[in-house]
């Protein structure tokens, strides 16, 4: 996932903008956070918590379940997800919440 804020970057999959309350999930940790935009390669989330690059979270969220992800990188309180999950379980994901939110 590319960092946000430079538009020259081309991006791998269309993000779609959304507003979707989440948790981040690292270890017994839950942290609230909301989705700010989601594509098939990852997610933009908005959190309170700082979250170091190339560390593993789960991202939870109801009522759709768990993805596993990767922060990428990480500008409080912005955090850039890259699902590592199964594809099509992520696509179903994102069509879902594209349809849902």
């Known amino acids: ?15 779609k903008d959304v507003l979707f309350a989440a948790e981040i999930v690292s270890g017994d940790i839950a942290t609230t956070c909301e989705i700010v935009n989601v594509s098939f390669g990852g997610a933009q989330v908005r959190t309170a918590k700082s979250l170091a690059p190339g ?19 990480c ?3 912005d955090v850039g997800l890259k699902f590592t999950d199964d594809q099509t379980k992520v696509a179903e994901l994102v069509m879902a919440i594209a349809t849902y939110a």
């Open 1 to 15: 996932m590319n960092q946000p804020g430079n538009p020259s970057e081309v991006r791998a999959h269309e993000r």
């Open 55 to 73: 560390s593993t979270v789960d991202l939870s969220i109801e009522p759709f379940g768990s993805y596993k992800t990767e922060v990428r990188w």
């Open 75 to 77: 500008r409080k309180p």
